[in-house]
């Protein structure tokens, strides 16, 4: 896993996983892969998947890398305590599945909560 500060100054985990290390074959099955995680934990919460991918293939202007072959997030939260109204402003979490050609680009943002960060690093470690 790959840590590092993109655009400045947004906390990001990134990892590239070749297509050869998984038995995953696509975007949806690592998404999916993802979901049975969020699903099986006591906490976390699925919200949705954003084809990012078709929403911004479908703008006028819209601009997509020629080696990205699919882009969905997979929206969720973990949300256990509620301490001040500006928590909503760090949440939910969002993990991001670029395919190419060769490999799945999964990334994430740093969570506020230790424990949160933990799942989601073992998750993209476990595709």
């Not at 400045?8 to 290390?21: F, G, H, Q, V």
């Not at 949440?91 to 680009?105: A, D, H, L, M, W």
Request: aromatic share 10%.
């Amino acid at each position: 896993m790959k840590q590092m500060t993109l655009m400045d100054k947004y906390p990001l985990n990134a990892r590239t996983i070749s297509k050869t290390e998984t038995t995953l074959k696509s975007t949806d099955d690592v998404i999916a892969f993802i979901k049975s995680k969020i699903d099986a934990h006591p906490v976390a919460t699925y919200i949705a998947t954003f084809n990012h991918y078709s929403h911004t293939n479908a703008l006028e202007n819209g601009e997509i890398n020629p080696d990205f072959i699919d882009a969905k997030n997979i929206i969720f939260c973990f949300g256990v305590q509620l301490p001040k109204a500006e928590m909503l402003g760090i949440r939910p979490r969002s993990i991001g599945v670029v395919e190419t050609e060769e490999n799945f680009i999964v990334s994430f943002m740093d969570a506020p909560n230790p424990q949160a960060q933990q799942f989601m690093m073992e998750w993209v470690e476990a595709i």
